[in-house]
Structures are given as structure tokens and as C-alpha cells.
């Protein structure tokens, strides 16, 4: 009948909470507390402050002193203490897109406590009016997926967390918007440059993706370095032929335009032909038949040389003799040939030497009058 006197709430040695009680017979006697006239076995309690608690898991013991300093003390209860909020960080899928379907995902900070609920409110429309909006149940670390509707249409969303402890937390506001419409094809035209470099001026929808490549007619394509609308590009024409400019716009939603074309030519241009620097040496006797040719060009211009003699019979009647004169890599030749059959030996031999030219080399020739 003496009641309790004295409540104390320990934390290891420490006391972190007290309670003080005026009555001895709280059945019988009146109280001077609020709480008076409490019936014998009637619960008395503690009051734990945060601020006498630390961070996690710990034990704590409650003292009792009754009216005549009787003391005892309960057995150590396990006790945890977390009131830092679960954090919610770097969500992703949320912004413009050209798609319908979306797909949220974020990331949890959930301390020493577990998350154990998770709602998003979801309104759709032009704002957050509860007409709009519906908030659901869903797993605390996502995804969240959901239809956001036809072109132009937007959404937002907020996440609420509760952990163990019961501590809260919601997120900022997470916006969706759909734009489904792609842009205008881009203009494409040359505003600057001659043969293999040309100025190309791109424009359409400002700041949209510009991925552009040239292709010869009928033969490949080459990719130019992507840039955003509108803008100037070099673009570089290799050979002779007709080019067919192709471009394509992305906006920040991800939809692609139909593709812009422009065809330019540049022309064949054929290089100037290189001289074969022919040179000849001849030394010869008429009466013994005996003609020796030598000289060189430039290596790799010809690979054969032709000979020609032509001379005059005793009654002035045309002779000629004919041959092939085989060139090595080098460009060096020599060749000892014979007068022409029925020359006569007192009248003069006209020599001439005419290389058959490679490609890109000029057609030239050699003409010696040999004489008695």
C-alpha cells in the first residue's frame, strides 16, 4: 500500500530518466498530482527524452523505489533509437521522352532502420490537383512504372518512405513530360567552298542532335561529326563524282526527323601528263651494217620502245626495217640493229624512236638522221 515512489530509467550505470510520485497510498489518500486517485496496480511510465538516448542499438533498465526505499530493478531491455530520415537520391526515367511507357528508379539511404513502407503519389495533367492524382503501395527501392499518355502529355510524382523507426521522408517533386512529334526534315545547302571541300549549312529545330554523312553515288558513306542545329559543316569531297549530303534531326525528347538531302558534284580532274625525259645515243657505220642505239627514260614510263629505219635504195626506192625494243624497270636500253635490207650505204638512214607510253606519262618521240 505504500506505491511506488521513485521511477528511474537506466542506461548502463547512467540514469537517463527520472519520475517522481508524492503518494504513499494512492488507494486511499488523495494526491496532490494531476493523476490522483489511481487504482492500486495502476501503470506508472517514464518518459524517455531523444536527447538522453544515443544512436542505435542499446539496453535499458528501470529502478523502482517505493514509498519506504525499497529498491529494485528489471532485467536489461533491448531498446533501439533512429531518427534520421531515409534519404531518396538520383532518381532516373523521370524528364522529356517521346515514350509513353516510363520507367522510375531511385536510390535509398536507409541508415540503421529498414524501409518498411513506400507510396508514390502520382498526378497527371497540369498539376496536382487530387482529381489527378493517385498514390499506391510500392517497393521501397523501385522501379515504378506507369503510361504517361499521349504527346504532350506531363506528370509528376512524389515518393514517401517511412523506415522502422517511423521516420518520413518524401521526395522533391519529380516532373515527366512526352513529346512525341519529331521535327521538320532538315534544309540542307552548300553556302561556301569549291572542289573536294565544301561548306554545308544545316538548319531546322534549334539544338537538335544533327547526324549527317556523305555518300558517294552508289558507293559509301562516310560519317560527319555530329553537332546541333542549326550549323555550318565541312564537308570533304575525295573524288570526282556526284555526293549525296544526308542528314537527320534529334530533338530532347529523342524523336528523329525524316532525312534532308543535297546532291553536289565535283569534277574529274585530269592530272597534267609527266614527261618521259627520253634520251638517246647513236653511233653507227653504214658500210659494215651496224647501228648501235642507247639511251634511257624515266623508269616505269614505257616498257617498250618503237624502232624505226627507213632508207633509200641505190634507185631511190623507200626501205624500212622495223622492231620492238623491250624497256627494263630501270629505263635503260641499248640495242644494235642493221640498216634497212637494200639501203644503200651512200645515202642517208632516218631513225626513229616512238615509246609506247604508261598511264600518265606524254607521248614523245626521237628522230636521227644517220649518215654515210
Known amino acids: 500500500a505504500l506505491g511506488v515512489r521513485k521511477l528511474e530509467l537506466l542506461s548502463g550505470s547512467e540514469v537517463v530518466a527520472t519520475s517522481n510520485r508524492t503518494c504513499v497510498d494512492w488507494s486511499v489518500l488523495p494526491c496532490s498530482e494531476p493523476s490522483a486517485g489511481l487504482a492500486t496496480g495502476a501503470q506508472v511510465s517514464v518518459k524517455v527524452r531523444d536527447t538522453s538516448l544515443r544512436y542505435g542499438a542499446q539496453e535499458l533498465r528501470l529502478r523502482v523505489t517505493d514509498g519506504a526505499g525499497n529498491v ?78 499521349g504527346d504532350g502529355a506531363t506528370a509528376t510524382a512524389r515518393i514517401t518512405l517511412t523506415d522502422a523507426a517511423g521516420n518520413s521522408s518524401t521526395s522533391d517533386l519529380i516532373r515527366f513530360s ?46 560527319v561529326p555530329t553537332t546541333t542545329a542549326p550549323a555550318v559543316l565541312k564537308v570533304n569531297l575525295p573524288g570526282g563524282g556526284d555526293y549525296d549530303i544526308v542528314a537527320t534531326l534529334t530533338d530532347a525528347a529523342g524523336n528523329t526527323s525524316a532525312p534532308g538531302t543535297l546532291r553536289l558534284t565535283r569534277g574529274t580532274v585530269t592530272p597534267e601528263p609527266k614527261s618521259m625525259a627520253l634520251a638517246v645515243k647513236v653511233s653507227s657505220n653504214l658500210r659494215k651494217g651496224r647501228i648501235d642505239i642507247s639511251g634511257s627514260v624515266a623508269a616505269g614510263s614505257t616498257r617498250r620502245i618503237d624502232v624505226q629505219l627507213i632508207g633509200k635504195s641505190p634507185r631511190g626506192r623507200r626501205v624500212t626495217r622495223t622492231l620492238k625494243l623491250a624497256v627494263p624497270a630501270s629505263g635503260r636500253f641499248k640495242v644494235r640493229v642493221k640498216p634497212p635490207r637494200g639501203a644503200s650505204v651512200r645515202k642517208t638512214v632516218q631513225l626513229v624512236l616512238t615509246p609506247k607510253p604508261a598511264s600518265g606519262w606524254r607521248v614523245t618521240h626521237y628522230t636521227h638522221t644517220i649518215r654515210p
Open 72 to 149: 529494485t530493478t528489471t532485467p536489461a531491455q533491448p531498446i533501439g533509437l533512429e531518427n534520421r530520415v531515409p534519404g531518396i537520391w538520383q532518381p532516373s526515367g523521370q524528364g522529356l521522352s517521346s515514350a509513353a511507357e516510363r520507367e522510375l528508379n531511385w536510390k535509398v539511404d536507409a541508415y540503421d532502420a529498414p524501409i518498411t513502407s513506400a507510396t508514390i503519389r502520382l498526378c497527371t495533367g497540369t498539376g496536382e490537383a487530387p482529381a489527378d492524382c493517385r498514390e499506391e503501395a510500392i517497393a521501397p527501392t523501385g522501379p515504378y512504372r506507369f503510361t504517361i499518355g
Open 178 to 223: 512526352r513529346d512525341a512529334s519529331a521535327p521538320a526534315a532538315p534544309v540542307i545547302s552548300q553556302t561556301g567552298g569549291t572542289g573536294a571541300s565544301r561548306d554545308v549549312t544545316i538548319n531546322g529545330e534549334a539544338g537538335a542532335r544533327i547526324d549527317a554523312k556523305v555518300c558517294a553515288v552508289g558507293g559509301a558513306c562516310a560519317d
